[in-house]
């Protein structure tokens, strides 16, 4: 017999076998929501309206193209385009998607992605690839929330997915470190695998942007492998 993986189901089977949830509260959605329930809608930013032209963070002052980090910073990649800002219930629902189990959160993220950033997605990526985490994280914990979502917005935008890079060098969690600090950690972490990627311009999924180094590093291989532009989208920035 054949294996069907859950990857595989489509969306409305996939919501009769895995019941969704709402990211937020972790309750189960009524047949009419689709990502965060109506009641958690209060409580979650997303991203729209005055936004960093580069890393899309909401931006407080009218008039700002970039915010004050872009503006100071050169980044490797083009654009990236968050889905909410990292705060109160987006906090825990990115923790439940990493860490207990929750793969299922990432239709709801592709919904949300595809709502707030469907036509910029189309408009600039031919190729959907996630940023890859290390092999020996991917044993304990089981599934690479990014690959999971990559998937997911392939899925939803009929833009092919392809896993394309590996980690190959052991980096060390970034959390406490500075920007330099982070650049230094990451370089030569990254390796593109063997695909030609010329001329194709490619969308790098992750879960959380906080300076954009990985997104960096990430599009600084893919670039030097002739890539014609990398873009990024990620479920929230900040925190
Ligand atoms: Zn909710
Ligand atoms: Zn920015």
Known sequence: MKMITKEKLSREARRLLFPPRCPSCDGLLAPDENSICRECE?????????FCKTCG??????????????????????????????????????????????????????????????????????????????????????????????????AESGIPYMHLLDRVRKTVPMKALSRGERQNNLKNAFQVRDFDVKLKRILLVDDIYTTGSTLDECARVLLANGASEVNGIYISIGG
Not at 42 to 50: F, P
Request: glycine letters at 6%.
């Open 57 to 154: 963070k909401l931006l407080k002052n009218r008039g700002e193209i970039t915010c004050s980090d872009c503006s100071r910073y050169h980044h490797i990649f083009t654009e990236g385009r968050p889905l909410y800002e990292y705060e109160g219930p987006v906090r825990e629902a990115v923790y439940r998607f990493k860490y207990k189990g929750r793969k299922s959160y990432a239709d709801a993220f592709a919904y949300d992605a595809m709502e707030l950033w469907g036509e910029w997605i189309k408009a600039s990526a031919e190729l959907i690839v996630p940023v890859p985490m290390n092999a020996k994280k991917l044993r304990q914990r089981g599934y690479d929330q990014a690959d999971v979502l990559a998937r997911a917005i392939s």
């Open 42 to 50: 209060k409580l979650v930013v997303k991203v729209r309206g005055n």
